[in-house]
Antibody, heavy 120, light 108 residues
Framework: QVQLQESGPGLVKPSQTLSLTCTVS??????????WSWIRQHPGKGLEWIGY???????YYNPSLKSRVTISVDTSKNQFSLKLSSVTAADTAVYYC????????????WGQGTLVTVSS | SYVLTQPPSVSVAPGQTARITCGGN??????VHWYQQKPGQAPVLVVY???DRPSGIPERFSGSNSGNTATLTISRVEAGDEADYYC???????????FGGGTKLTVL
């Protein structure tokens, strides 16, 4: 069974770049069949889809974040990553990675999530 | 972009049936997925494609979708069902995932 685990700094300064990595175990990213996604949840709020990447490197981002988001994949490490530039306090959130089965539309499974706080 | 509307809260007594709605323009034409999120935990898929259950999800969880409203139904509610529930669709017109605002289910 596929499992996902987020990692990265829990504190980022305003105007800097937030960087997170999701490590996939129990399955190979390069096998295809899944879109690897990032989703965030502001404290006490709902869920916001950030974007996804396919093992081939093709990406698609939430238009509201597109100008600041980059998602990349490293198939040799079975990892995919999120970079969010020019962060502000409004980017403080729990960030989740999740898999999106091809042609499905739903997210399953999810990583446990990691809280990133933007503060000086 | 596509908007999904959920009631902020639903309350139900143990053993009763909880119904959580998710409204959207012609949502019946889309596939709706539901997630359960308990405090401090990641969301868990409980219903996909309107009414299918992933393995391990009790039969007490069911879903329906028609017209402008999708509904998650939880039968014989237990204290352990107390959680936030989110509906979600894939908006093919904009090629992005869209979530409802979430509903807090309280078991009285």
């Amino acid at each position: 069974q596929v499992q996902l685990q987020e990692s990265g700094p829990g504190l980022v300064k305003p105007s800097q770049t937030l960087s997170l990595t999701c490590t996939v175990s129990g399955g190979s990213i390069s096998s295809g069949g899944y879109y690897w996604s990032w989703i965030r949840q502001h404290p006490g709020k709902g869920l916001e889809w950030i974007g996804y990447i396919y093992y081939s490197g093709s990406t698609y981002y939430n238009p509201s974040l597109k100008s600041r988001v980059t998602i990349s994949v490293d198939t040799s490490k079975n990892q995919f990553s999120l970079k969010l530039s020019s962060v502000t306090a409004a980017d403080t959130a729990v960030y989740y990675c999740a898999s999106l089965p091809d042609s499905s539309g739903w997210f399953d499974p999810w990583g446990q999530g990691t809280l990133v706080t933007v503060s000086s | 972009s596509y908007v999904l509307t959920q009631p902020p809260s639903v309350s139900v007594a143990p053993g009763q049936t909880a119904r959580i709605t998710c409204g959207g323009n012609n949502i019946g034409s889309k596939s709706v997925h539901w997630y359960q999120q308990k405090p401090g935990q990641a969301p868990v898929l409980v219903v996909y494609d309107d009414s299918d259950r992933p393995s391990g999800i009790p039969e007490r969880f069911s879903g329906s979708n028609s017209g402008n409203t999708a509904t998650l139904t939880i039968s014989r509610v237990e204290a352990g069902d107390e959680a936030d529930y989110y509906c979600q669709v894939w908006d093919s017109s904009s090629d992005q995932g869209v979530f409802g605002g979430g509903t807090k289910l309280t078991v009285l």
